[in-house]
């Protein structure tokens, strides 16, 4: 599984809904994950906002379309989720049982703020990757 780390984004949840729509113009489907209820229903708002242009569908994972739609909300990985080739970790840890993952998705990106304590979070979970044996790669975001 490939490990992506954008950092210092200006919005995390703003530039989430970017690689959403990049990852839908390459049609891909995106896991969205995070254990705060709260985050995930920003989000939700954010996906029907960011763009007047765009639009993208997306429901809960449990919901009974998301086998039909291409982006889906999840606050736990645990259960029959339909296959999906990316997954967004928007929560500030890294994601549970991560070696069932690794069969599970092809790529896993994590989206960093300029945030000071996103920031260490971020690293944290940098470090937990490269002891799983992964391999994470950093992309700075700083100029976008």
């Given amino acids: 599984m490939r ?4 950092f210092n984004v200006e919005h995390r949840l703003q530039y989430a809904c970017r690689v959403v729509r990049r990852a839908r113009a390459a049609d891909c489907r995106v896991l969205l994950y995070s254990r705060d209820a709260d985050r995930l229903g920003r989000l939700d708002t954010a996906l029907w906002t960011f763009s007047a242009l765009d639009f ?6 449990d919901s009974p379309l ?11 990985l645990t259960g029959a989720t339909p296959p999906c080739p990316v997954l ?7 994601p549970p049982d991560l070696q069932s993952l690794t069969g599970r998705f ?8 300029r945030d000071d ?11 937990l990757y490269r002891e799983a044996g992964l391999q994470p790669q950093s992309h700075d975001r700083s100029a976008e």
């Fill in 88 to 94: 967004v970790n928007l929560d500030d840890e890294v």
């Fill in 66 to 76: 998301a086998v039909r739609t291409p982006v889906l909300l999840a606050s736990s």
């Fill in 56 to 61: 993208v569908p997306h429901v809960e994972v």
């Fill in 3 to 6: 490990i992506d780390f954008h």
């Fill in 106 to 113: 092809d790529r896993l990106i994590e989206i960093v703020s």
């Fill in 117 to 127: 304590d996103d920031r260490r979070l971020a690293r944290e979970r940098f470090r």
